[in-house]
Each structure stands twice: as C-alpha cells, then as structure tokens.
C-alpha cells in the first residue's frame, strides 16, 4: 500500500526558506503526476504547484516566482522549495501523487507551515 509522508513543517521567520519533502513508500511504481495544496484557516484548499510527467510545473499567481517544485526519482521523493515566505503563506502543506499504471490518487498527512516573526 503506498504511503506518502510528508516531514514536520515548523515555524519559519517571513522571508525564510523552507523545503518540504514528500517521500512515497510501498511501491515501486514512477510518479506521474504531483501537486501541493494548502489550507490556510477558512474552507478554500489552494493549489500551489502542479506538473504532469514531460510538462513544465505550474503556479498560481500568489507563490509564482518564490515556490519551486523538484523530484528526486532515487528516493521516490518530491520537494516543495518555499522561499521569500510571507505571513499569509501560513498553512498546512498537503502532497497529491499519482503514479504510471495505476489510477489512485494519493495524498500526504499535511504538514504545518507556520510564517511568523
């Protein structure tokens, strides 16, 4: 059964920078997909980057040019590089996989973000 976990976010002061890894267990399946999402107190989960396996990854205008994503395929793990960190960046981080052969979509534990002085 595939687990996807997510490490301990933290606190971080503004303009700090973060990774957050996401690293999935349990099979040997190639990630095809990947996508972060947070929730910040309220009903709305945003989405923060996402990219398809051969597409370039895509970002909303509110993280464009401070969040990056990368994979390492050897640890079966993917990244969120968070920079430039502002207050309204405070949220629980959430990782959404899908990999080749198989039609699941999974998703980590969350890990709290919180940006503060």
């Known amino acids: 059964q595939v687990q996807l976990v997510e490490s301990a976010g933290g606190s971080v002061q503004p303009g700090g920078s973060p990774r957050l890894p996401c690293a999935a267990s349990g099979n040997t399946l190639v990630i095809s997909n990947m996508a972060w999402y947070r929730q910040a107190p309220g009903p709305e989960c945003e989405l923060v980057a996402g990219s398809t396996a051969g597409g370039s990854p895509s970002y909303p205008d509110s993280v464009k040019g401070r969040f990056t994503t990368s994979g390492d395929s050897a640890k079966n793990t993917v990244y969120l590089q968070m920079n430039s960190l502002k207050p309204e960046d405070t949220a629980v981080y959430y990782c959404?996989?899908?990999?080749?052969?198989?039609?699941?979509?999974?998703w980590g534990q969350g890990t709290q973000v919180t940006v503060s002085s």
């Open positions: 959404n996989l899908r990999f080749w052969g198989s039609s699941e979509v999974y």
